[in-house]
């Protein structure tokens, strides 16, 4: 896949988010959520790096910290402009931040709530290049017509409402509305999880040919470990914040170097039901830990069949285990983990 | 299992848009407005009223004030279509009075032999419509003016009860305009803070409203009415009645936006307008307002009739507004004794149309607060 | 596993339908599949095809105004029993509610919003079982009942409130409820959806776990054929109302003749990179549908003439249990 070694385009260090308690809630005593504790993680131009976990590891809040719709708690996010400097992105504000907003866009997941029911399709789609400037009704007007277009929408649909579509189309509004100013980094945020199978094979699709027609870096965010293999060229694993695993896809899904990856794959159900009965799946007690309430030191050791003393006393840091594969696990190396079951 | 990708099917013509694709979110909100029968009747009913409110000069057969000695609390006069003989003749039966020796007052009985014409679109006494136009036709009325035509009867004074109906209703159905419109500029103002920047902010206001709230809303009202002078002129009374009824009023729109403003917060929409560079205020007047216009129309029609009753009840209480000004409370106070309700029940009226008026805009605002949410397919 | 291959549900012919504003609107029309004692069946299709309402229409909990319009539910409590006509039965009536969890049971997607959150679990629990069962003690059961679905600390746990508990928690409890009158038949819509995955795999066995060791059947509702593949033993493919294609699992994944089949499983990434094969265009609403086949206007085979002018009638291809809803199937190699 294109892209793996491009250079360096979003370089973030340390970034951390922490929501702090909720007072006088019964029930619960209050205590901060560590939403993103600590992730640091490179994007290169032209790639596509998945970011999976399941619920409450951080993998939205990480997106939104990067669009600046969070306020990272700490960390840098540095990246490079179309003219080559360098920002943080963490620190930025005002009119610089408004144009590092044109450069970074996102996609929502919730197609019903991602457009504004009173707008019209092209008020929507114009929104971003109106308030970056261009006035000149023409012109808008030919933009928005090209990425409708762009996005396998008509010319007729711009004048309709978002209650005139289906949740597919509507995503694609909202795709052509991430792209009205020629991004160079676009955040998909569980793009295509509220959409049916069908649809999303169509969206997919959509969003690979844009990649290579306008040179896109994604970052794409998941919970659907098929859907992840099949677009990214890097992946990255989070759990409850931390990052626990980041390599090339391939390496990741035939042979991966963390517990919970090797968990996360062997839960997911094969599509075959000849292969289905083959392997024993590995069972994963309990649920996915709380973050508001961490367990010490590797945040896995309580579900982990792998556990020994040192994984409940320190925290093993994000390490290189090989070309380049990283692994935040203390017997990264010597765990002999199985891949995913799929053929 | 098959490889083959599939082709994409010759059938694939898109249908022709339905009506409802194409129409925008006002236009589906109007579509299911129209479909409450009751509703749209409750509309009809309201705009009639202040439309005859609008014109009361026009409509009304006499000045609200314009008393007659000889007949006070005449009886209504049936107001017959036919003469004798079968032509078309419209009269009412002028009176024989006579006195009662052992009550003391006068006793009106229909005499058949006085037959007063009465006519549509007659010259009756001059007036300036809202003090400007001058004008001197009334839609109906006796042909010869000085005759008398209670249709409703007659009040202490002599005064015409069907008269000073209509132009009592410009009173009171404006004051519940005014004092909303009022409520309702405090009510976004305030609301909207509240529900946008939350914190402290919010927790103060809601305190506020909920202290308002609190105290009862009458005792409230004619404390603050006793404090105006009564040689005010009446105009001015007007305005700070409107005023001290929007002072609780508010409460009830600022709750509205902020819930409102709240739930909108979190949408993704308004999280994808920061994105795209809108400013905070941008976003407010772009993205919020459009998207909470529609209920705060249903909660204004549902605040009207709150007014009107307001206004009658401290008027009915002599706290309000008083003569020469005449609103339906203040015709309320005339019915305030037991000869009203015994012998001239016709003083009764401002009380029907209050609740015809209470129940239109209430018809009316329950089916505009039904059409006003967008997802209701 | 213990099966005998009868027929513990029949439905045949099943019709939903209301009245709109826009006409009658059928969400369900002429649905026929049946139900093998002692096994699972997958019942599976995207939004809008109607899944959901065969759950509800079989339990009659059918939100108004939608009615069963048409066709039979066919129930045989036990093997060589007469049948009963669940869709003739009253939906509030006195042997509908006895059939009601004492012998068909539910468990829904969204445990959050299916469990009363001012209830405790035990006492959710309790209520069911002081209704169907007779001498049993409903709290110790309820406590039972707790700990054979895997949740731990099952006494005290019992006294906790849903919002007390997470998602997977959630859902265990739910099947407690459901499993504790000893149903014949539960009928599982979507209970995985709303899990991570890895509580997914939990509860995925925990199901196939219990349905073994009871014996009952289980009629698993969902869009997700990974899900499928892993506990289905037989598999219904629904679209826009209609059933397209039935048959054993190995024959729906290995053999489709369906097209709608066929196409479904093209479009799921599975270790193949490139262009996914997708479905144009989009699932018909209800009051729309395309006339003859309802798949038609999305299908790369259709043939003008034929697939617009009449409904195709089931059509089996290769085995008796194996049919498909199409004029060109066993035809056209797809």
């Known amino acids: 896949m294109s892209g793996q070694n491009g250079p360096e385009l979003l370089r973030i260090e340390g970034l951390t988010k922490h929501f702090p308690p909720r007072r006088g809630f019964p029930g619960r005593r209050g205590s901060t959520v560590r939403a993103v504790d600590g992730v640091s993680l490179t994007i290169r131009q032209g790639e596509t790096l998945g970011l999976v976990g399941e619920s409450g590891c951080g993998k939205s809040t990480l997106g939104r910290c990067i669009v600046r719709l969070y306020e990272p708690t700490s960390g840098h996010m540095s990246y490079r402009t179309a003219e080559g400097q360098e920002v943080d992105l963490a620190r930025i504000r005002g009119d610089a931040l408004t144009r590092m907003r044109r450069e970074i866009r996102m996609i929502f997941q919730d197609p019903r709530s991602s457009l504004d029911p009173r707008m019209s399709v092209f008020s929507i789609v114009s929104e971003p290049i109106r308030l970056a400037g261009e006035r000149r009704p023409r012109v808008v007007r030919e933009r928005v017509a090209g990425l409708l277009a762009q996005v396998g929408l008509r010319e007729e649909h711009m004048d309709r409402f978002p209650h005139a579509f289906s949740g597919g189309e509507r995503q694609r509004i909202g795709i052509a509305r991430a792209l009205a100013l020629s991004p160079r980094l676009v955040v998909a945020d569980e793009a295509v999880s509220a959409l049916d199978v069908s649809v999303q094979a169509q969206i997919l699709n959509l969003l690979q040919d844009l990649q290579e027609k306008f040179g896109l870096t994604y970052l794409f965010v998941s919970h659907d470990l098929a859907v992840i293999e099949h677009l990214s060229t890097r992946v990255a694993v989070m759990y409850v914040g931390r990052l626990v695993e980041l390599a090339p896809a391939a390496a990741v899904f035939a042979r991966p170097h963390h517990p919970y990856t090797e968990a996360l794959l062997s839960a997911v159900p094969i599509e075959d039901p000849a292969e289905a009965g083959k392997r024993a799946r590995i069972r994963v007690p309990g649920d996915v830990a709380d973050p508001s309430a961490v367990p010490s030191g590797c945040p896995f050791h309580t579900r982990c069949r792998y556990a020994r003393d040192v994984c409940r006393n320190e925290p093993p840091p994000l390490r290189d285990v090989g070309s380049g594969h990283l692994a935040a696990c203390h017997f990264a190396e010597e765990l002999e983990l199985e891949g995913a079951r799929n053929t | ?377 | 596993m213990t099966t005998d291959g009868s027929n513990l549900l029949k439905v045949e012919g099943l019709t939903v339908e209301y009245a709109s504003r826009l006409g009658t609107v059928r969400p369900l029309d002429g649905v026929s599949f049946e139900l093998k004692r002692g096994h699972t069946t997958c019942i599976v299709g995207e939004s809008g095809c109607g899944k959901s309402m065969t759950a509800r229409a079989i339990l009659q909990i059918l939100d108004p105004p939608g009615r069963i319009a048409a066709g039979r539910i066919l129930y045989h409590p036990t093997r060589g029993s007469a049948a009963i006509d669940i869709a003739t039965l009253a939906p509030t009536g006195r042997h509908m509610r006895a059939l009601r969890w004492g012998e068909i049971a539910m468990i829904f997607q969204e445990p959050m919003v299916s469990l009363s959150p001012v209830h405790s679990i035990g006492n959710q629990i309790a209520e069911a079982i002081r209704l169907h069962v007779r001498g049993a003690d409903p709290r110790a059961r309820g406590i039972e009942m707790l700990d054979r679905v895997g949740i731990p600390d099952a006494k005290r746990r019992a006294d906790a409130y849903p919002f007390e508990l997470s998602g997977g928690m959630r859902q265990r409890a739910m099947i407690a409820m459901a499993l504790s009158c000893h149903p014949k038949l539960l009928i599982a819509d979507e209970p995985t959806t709303a899990l991570d995955v890895t509580t997914q795999a939990n509860i995925l066995d925990l199901l196939r776990t219990l349905r073994e060791e009871t014996g009952m059947t289980l009629l698993f509702i969902t869009h997700d054929l990974g899900v499928v593949a892993e506990i289905a033993d037989e598999v219904v493919v629904m679209y826009a109302g209609h059933v397209v294609e039935h048959g054993t699992v190995q024959q729906i994944f290995r053999a489709p003749a369906h097209p709608y089949t066929c196409a479904l499983l093209e479009s799921r990434p599975r270790r193949r990179h490139g262009r996914l094969a997708a479905i144009p265009g989009t699932v018909p609403a209800p009051h729309e549908r395309p006339s003859g086949c309802v798949f038609r206007t999305r299908c790369g085979i259709a043939v003008p003439g034929l697939c617009d002018v009449k409904p195709p009638l089931p059509v089996s291809t290769g085995t008796e249990e194996h049919q498909a809803c199409c004029h060109l199937a066993g035809t056209t190699p797809l």
């Not at chain 2, 022709?16 to 129209?34: I, T, V």
């Open chain 2, 1 to 377: 299992m098959s490889e083959a990708t599939l082709l994409v099917p010759a059938s694939v013509t898109a249908p022709a848009p339905r009506r409802s694709e194409l129409a925008g979110p006002w236009r589906l909100m109007w579509w299911r407005f129209c479909r409450h029968r009751l509703a749209v009747a409750g509309g009809v009913v309201v705009l009639l009223m202040y439309f005859v409110a609008t014109f009361a000069e026009f409509f009304a057969p006499f000045p609200p004030n314009q008393d007659a000695a000889r007949y006070t609390f005449a009886p209504p006069q049936a107001l017959h279509l036919f003469g004798p003989g079968w032509h078309f003749d419209p009269h009412v039966e002028g009176f024989r009075v006579t006195i009662d020796p052992m009550a003391m007052r006068r006793v009106f009985r229909p005499d058949p032999t006085q037959s007063i014409a009465v006519g549509l679109f007659v010259h009756g006494a001059p007036y300036r419509l809202w003090g400007l136009i001058p004008g001197d036709i009334h839609l109906i009325g006796p042909r010869d003016p000085s005759r008398p035509m209670y249709l409703l009867g007659a009040d202490r004074l002599g005064r015409d009860v069907l008269s000073r109906l209509i132009y009592g209703g410009r009173v009171s159905l404006s004051i519940g305009l005014v004092g909303v419109t009022l409520s309702l500029i405090l009510g976004i103002m305030l609301g909207g803070l509240s529900g946008l920047y939350g914190g402290w902010i919010d927790t103060a206001i809601q305190r506020l409203i909920e202290m308002l709230r609190s105290i009862p809303t009458i005792p409230l009202w004619m404390g603050l009415t006793a404090a105006i002078p009564l040689t005010l002129p009446p105009l001015e009374v007007y305005f700070l009645i409107t005023i001290i009824l929007s002072l609780i009023g508010w409460t009830s729109v600022a709750r509205v936006v902020r819930g409102r403003f709240i739930s909108l917060r979190t949408e993704d929409f308004i999280a994808a307008a920061r994105l795209d560079g809108a400013t905070t205020s941008g976003i407010i007047l772009r993205h919020m307002v459009p998207n909470f216009a529609s209920h705060i129309i249903a909660t204004v029609s549902l605040a009207i009739p709150g007014m009107i009753l307001a206004e009658t009840a401290l008027s009915f209480l002599g706290v309000g507004l008083h003569p020469p000004i005449v609103s339906w409370g203040v015709m309320l106070q005339d019915a305030q004794n037991i000869r009203a309700i015994a012998s001239a029940q016709w003083l009764l009226w401002p009380g029907a149309t209050v609740a015809i008026a209470v129940l239109a805009f209430n018809f009316l605002g329950d089916g505009l607060r039904d059409a006003a949410d967008p997802y209701d397919n």
